[in-house]
């Protein structure tokens, strides 16, 4: 069965320090998924990034950045001089490429807290 | 406007009534979905639909009815609301999953149930 795993559940940072968001998955399929979603304050989920199993290239987006690390099941997420706006939910996902149903699979969440 | 929309937005109701939750969405999307979404658990699929007339189970179906028969609707029933259905519901859609599409979400509904 598929799993992510976002074990950081809150982190708190200073404006403009560098952070990482850790996602772990699990999954039996070798073609599958990844993605990274973002909920503001406001509460829409808003669509980040997707990173499919083939593609282990680094992502790197303004001050976003991504790196799929498959050795160790690994897909995390650095902001780079975080700002207030920053200050959100970011969920990681996972979508089986073979089967799973078309489901996709989110982690619980972390909560990222940037203050001045 | 174009995009993926929710009604209500916000809704109180009692233990035992019948809630419907709409959704639509103007990309002809073949693929839509709910979600709920609960503290300590991220979301999870209730439902899903690959197509006008095809829906299929996720996660969390038990208490709920879906019924797809316009390709850009896909209202969500709760048909005796109980207190544990209280959450917010996020409706979705994308193209081909299968292909690893993104799924696009709409604003939610926030749904009490007391």
């Known amino acids: 069965a598929q799993k992510v795993t976002q074990a950081q559940t809150e982190i708190s940072v200073v404006e403009k320090e560098d952070v990482t968001l850790d996602c772990v998955y699990e999954?039996?399929?070798?073609?599958?998924?990844l993605f990274w979603y973002k909920q503001p304050p406001s509460g829409e989920l808003v669509f980040l990034i997707r990173?499919?199993?083939?593609?282990?290239q680094n992502e790197i987006s303004g001050r976003y950045s991504w790196n799929f690390q498959k050795s160790t099941s690994s897909f995390n997420f650095t902001i780079t001089a975080s700002q207030v706006v920053d200050s959100a939910v970011y969920f990681c996902?996972?979508?089986?490429?073979?089967?799973?149903?078309?489901?996709?699979?989110f982690g619980t969440g972390t909560q990222l807290k940037v203050e001045l | 406007d174009a995009g993926i929309t929710q009604s209500p937005r916000y809704k109180i109701t009692e233990t035992g009534r019948q809630v419907t939750l709409m959704c639509h969405q103007t990309?002809?999307?073949?693929?839509m979905f709910w979600y709920r979404q609960d503290l300590g658990h991220g979301l999870r699929l209730i439902y899903y639909?690959?197509?006008?007339?095809?829906?299929d189970k996720g996660e969390v179906p038990d208490g709920y009815v879906v019924s797809r028969s316009k390709t850009e609707n896909f209202p969500l029933t709760l048909e005796s609301a109980t207190r544990s259905q209280t959450s917010v519901y996020f409706c979705?859609?994308?193209?081909?999953?299968?292909?690893?599409?993104?799924?696009?979400f709409g604003p939610g509904t926030r749904l009490t149930v007391t």
């Open positions: 979705a859609s994308s193209e081909s999953p299968g292909l690893g599409y993104e799924q696009y």
């Open positions: 999954t039996r399929d070798t073609t599958y998924y």
């Open positions: 990173r499919n199993s083939f593609d282990e």
């Open positions: 996902a996972l979508r089986e490429g073979t089967g799973g149903g078309n489901k996709l699979t």
């Open positions: 990309w002809s999307h073949s693929y």
């Open positions: 639909s690959a197509a006008a007339d095809i829906t």
